[in-house]
């Protein structure tokens, strides 16, 4: 065995110490990126129990933790539930920061776009996107690519930002909304 492979496989068996099925079930299936299998959950989590894992994904599924999605021949798989990790990092954001700090890192974020604006000449992420059409070398592709990838994820940062700002009140008011309701 090299060394490499005692650090995988110390690695793997840190993350499971001390968690029960029903708990390395939940870290899997939450931390989901793409639909996976009832299988392909109980293998990662290191489960034995077809049934343990499938009974757990049903319940996470069932709560909204996931989201279990029919395949063709009546397969299910096992999905990240997109929309309540969209919720989730709002708050966090709304949690961790203040109003201000918010409108900061936007400010940062529209200062990168403008940037790659600038050097490359245009005036939107298409623009940008449709030069890669003219006569140009791989090297270029490639950072124009990366610019692209960058860009979209600059916007969609912003626009979670953006989100966080305008709820901001509303969340930062709501345990008091419910101290006075009840």
Known sequence: ???????????????TEGLKARERIQKIGTSLTQPRSVNWIKEQSQVSSWETTKDELERLAEFGQIRAVEKDGGDVMYAPNY?????????????SYDREELRQEMAEIQER??????????DSKEELERSLLED???????????????????ESNKKLLSQSVILYEDVQEAPEMIDTVA
């Open 83 to 95: 929309e309540r990790r969209y919720i989730e990092h709002l708050l966090e954001l709304i949690g």
């Open 136 to 154: 140009m070398d791989s090297d270029e592709i490639q950072e124009r690519n990366r610019v692209l990838r960058r860009w979209e994820r600059a």
């Open 1 to 15: 065995m090299t060394e490499d492979d005692e650090t995988d496989n110390a690695g793997i068996s840190t993350w």
């Open 113 to 122: 776009i403008d940037g790659w604006k600038d050097e490359y000449g245009v």
